[in-house]
C-alpha cells in the first residue's frame, strides 16, 4: 500500500502560480511512477502531468504543456507540480496518483490515488 497526501491548494488569480506537494508514505516511492489528475466540477477527471520512477521521463496533457512542471525528490518521498500562468479553467480538485512500474498516463493505470486539493483560479 501507499498512502499519498497532496498540499499546497488554494485561491490564486490569473496568471499566478501555486506549487502542489504530495508526500508518499508506505513503500518505496522510487519504485513508482507518479501522476498528477484534475476534476473539475461536473467534468470527468483528466490526466495533467506523470515523471516516471527516477524522474528521467514527465509527460504533460496539452492544454498544461509549458506552463505546468512535474518533478520529485525521491530521498524526500514527495512529488510537485509547478503551476505558473494559471487561468481560469485550471480551477479543479489536484489529485496526485502513484503506479508501481514504468510511467503511463491513463487514469485507469494508476493504483494508489489522495484525497486531492483544491486549487481555485479566479479571474
Known amino acids: 500500500q501507499v498512502q499519498l497526501v497532496e498540499s499546497g491548494g488554494g485561491l490564486v488569480q490569473a496568471g499566478g502560480s501555486l506549487r502542489l506537494s504530495c508526500a508518499a508514505s508506505?513503500?518505496?516511492?522510487?519504485?513508482?511512477?507518479m501522476g498528477w489528475f484534475r476534476q473539475a466540477p461536473g467534468k470527468e477527471r483528466e490526466f495533467v502531468a506523470a515523471?516516471?520512477?527516477?524522474?528521467?521521463?514527465?509527460y504533460y496533457a496539452d492544454s498544461v504543456k509549458g506552463r505546468f512542471a512535474i518533478s520529485r525528490d525521491n530521498a524526500k518521498n514527495t512529488v510537485y507540480l509547478q503551476m505558473n500562468s494559471l487561468k481560469p479553467e485550471d480551477t479543479a480538485v489536484y489529485y496526485c496518483?502513484?503506479?508501481?512500474?514504468?510511467?503511463?498516463?491513463?487514469?485507469?493505470?494508476?493504483?494508489?490515488w489522495g484525497q486531492g486539493t483544491q486549487v481555485t483560479v479566479s479571474s
Open positions: 515523471i516516471s520512477c527516477h524522474g528521467g521521463n514527465t
Open positions: 496518483a502513484a503506479r508501481d512500474g514504468v510511467l503511463r498516463v491513463g487514469l485507469e493505470e494508476f493504483d494508489y
Open positions: 508506505g513503500r518505496t516511492f522510487s519504485n513508482y511512477a
